[in-house]
């Protein structure tokens, strides 16, 4: 089973190349899934399907071909499913701020469902054997880095707000009813939010696991999108997550002499330069830009031809490296985190119970300390190329 996740800055080609991915596995016998995590959901168009027929009721995989699904996750359908007590409750205490019904059950959605509920369908079909690659069409980057640190925000959330949160409530609920407008949560709610976490447990160790999971990187090859293809690898790695390819999407072809053209051809060399240092040993790729729009399965599949050689897969695990370390060696202990493209000065460490906390920017990763070093503080850390290495001592 492989899960390969196309993440990237809007319009750079995401959902086209996802598809093209599904169209080249499908052909090589692989039982396929293409599934949109992004909200705003392009994928059926992407494949020139009629919109009112995709865009039904139903929100569970559809053949579009032999060996290939497409699925679109639909989210007022996932709330009906999942959601409904956590909603109303939502929906309820925003009503009480003088919002009407419809703008308090919209409001009611809130940022990281999509994601959730898709992350709920990925574990489902792992467990049930049901596909043999899920390719993940994703939101720009931001959302599709939300979606990959859910797990652990959640798991973060469970263990330590959670419980307390619960047994607090109990106490309080009696007098916060009393007191309004605002309504305390029913315990319900809790129960809810307790059998969802149990929907997605396991999926951030799938993610994890390099033999898995990939995430490729779709960018063009303009300054501005490769700033944020940078910070997007930086956090991925952040997050514990492989990165096996960069795909340049929209390469202007040799073909086209018209002078007008000129500065994008220069910008672009540049950039593909620039490409090639940043990210290797990760492997770039290009694609063309094409004379038309990418558009249904002849469209995708020539998109996946120029992508990809004659009979190559795109499932093939190609790294497996993983993102962090620990080492122990005469009486030195480490911790070491790949963080591409980071300076020392942007870097945030602290020690929070037996997890080393790691912040660059806004992002925040909790890692994990094994035993052998749960009790210890970070001492120095330096950069060594891209890795960032932290030494651990004693916090006595
Ligand atoms: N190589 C290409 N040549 C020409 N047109 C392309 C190419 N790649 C993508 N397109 C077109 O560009 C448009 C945007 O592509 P796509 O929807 O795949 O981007 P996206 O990154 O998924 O966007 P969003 O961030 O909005 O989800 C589409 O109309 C698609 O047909
Ligand atoms: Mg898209």
Known sequence: ?????????GGVGKTSVAAATGVRLSELGYKTLVMSVDPAHSLGDSFDLDSTLFHGATADA????????????????????????IASYITAVLRTTGLSDVEAEEMAIFPGME???????????????QFDVIVLDCAPTAESLR????????????????KLERRVMKAVRPVMNAMGPIEAPPDSYFGNIQ????????????????????????????KMVLRETQRAFVYFCLHGLTVDQVIVNRVLPDEITDHFFDGWRTTQRGILGEMESYFAPVPVSRVPLFNHEVLGYAGLKELSDRLYAAGEDPAQVTRTEKPYTFSASEGRYEVRLRMPFVSKAEIGLFKKADELVVEVGTLRRHVGLPTSMAAMV???????HDILVVEMRSAT
Do not use: C
Not at 147 to 157: G, Q, R
């Open 115 to 129: 994601e959730l509920s898709a992350m709920m369908y990925v574990n489902q079909y792992i467990r049930e054997k």
């Open 195 to 222: 059998s969802l976490f149990e929907k997605i447990q396991g999926i951030d160790k799938v993610l994890e696991d390099p033999q898995i999971s990939s995430i490729r990187l779709v960018t063009n090859a303009e």
């Open 147 to 162: 979606f990959v640190s859910l797990p652990t925000t959640l798991d973060w959330y469970m263990k330590h707000l959670f």
């Open 1 to 9: 089973m492989r899960i390969l996740l196309y993440s990237g800055k």
């Open 378 to 384: 970070p001492a120095k850390a330096r950069l060594e």
């Open 62 to 85: 559809k053949p579009v071909r032999d060996k290939l699904w497409i699925q679109e996750v639909n989210i007022q359908r996932e709330i009906k499913r999942h959601w409904n007590e």
